[in-house]
């Protein structure tokens, strides 16, 4: 069990001299079953200063805790961050997930056959495998030594249900460690080596912090639309060999072949998200969802080829290899991130008999992000 004695402590992740990753840290000496409101309020302040927060050995902590934890970013809330999922048959996000009987705003993903988990019997779970989800894929002879970023995104349902604030993962059972490489297969050369199963993160406000000033004058005045139903309407396309967005072949689902459309509850969005703790800006899209820009003078880019494209600029020099923090779990590793201002991909291609047991947790939020305007800001 955890020592409950230490004072709680931040430590920023340690990096190899002069890397850009700025963000990330661990935190020690908090009981996570028996949180008090001043554990909480710096957690809380963890997250939102370093988006990414790593507590090890959490492997006690229940289903219960885990949900208590989440949700205490935002009492309001209360459903699981992409609600009921709509047509499920088609829906990307279908395969990858099983619900937890008796705490069901909590899900069980990984890789391999578990027989029984919190009251889950006989579950075959699947890790997403980037050839379900690229236009291109590396060859199954290279398959165990070279992988790919799944998919580049945040945890929301962009349909009307807010983002979720944070994400928790708790690593319940890791196979141990080979490692792979991921390539970026973009025609740059790009590739990182990782840990086998790793989550990468990369800083959202890195990834504004680092456009030109012209392209951070247009993200800051830049709406986005997403789709209605975006993991149906995505689901026949393909993915960038990056992981990050589609390429444009005209397969989405047309939309009088999705699910009945409420236009109340299709999502436009700032481009730029305000941390509600620091004020930076992340630059926070989910590029495989994005359908349109709508643009300071009024404009909408509807075009959806060129509306990625854009995207794409933007963001591609945000996931450079040296900015990617690349999780190496260990089982109790508990790990929440800032879904408003990190993006993440699973990454990593497992063996069959190779069996990974994550529990994650997320709820829609009960407000949406701010913008790049602070609120109550009027206009001069
Ligand atoms: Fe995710």
Known sequence: MPSTTASPLVTPLA???????????????????????????????????HQVVVFKNQSHVSPKAQFELTQRFDPAATSYGHGK???????????????????????????????????????QLRHPHHRTFHATTIPDA?????????????????????PPVVTTLLAVRVPSGRRQTCRYDDGTGDELDVPLGTTAFVSSYTMYDQLSPADQEFARTTKVEYAPHPYVWMSGAKSRSDGLGMVSEGKEVPLDQLPAIDEAKIQVLPMCWRNPETGKLALQVHPSAVRKLHLADGSVVDDLAEVREIVHRLQRPGIAPKLVYAHDWEEGDLVLFHNRGVLHSVVGAFAEDEVRLFRQCNVAASFFPEGPEAVGATAA
């Open 15 to 49: 990096f190899p001299e002069g890397s850009p990753i700025n963000f990330g840290a661990s935190v020690t000496g908090i009981d996570i079953e028996n949180l008090t409101d001043d554990d909480f309020a710096l957690i809380r302040s963890a997250l939102f200063n």
């Open 142 to 162: 290279e398959d165990l030594d070279f992988t790919r970023f799944y998919r580049w995104h945040i945890d929301a349902a962009l349909y009307g249900l807010a």
């Open 85 to 123: 999922v709509v047509d499920a048959k088609r829906s990307i996000l279908h395969p990858d997930l099983k619900t937890i009987p008796h705490q069901p705003q909590v899900q069980v993903i990984g890789n391999g056959f578990v027989s029984e988990y919190e009251g889950l019997k006989n579950i």
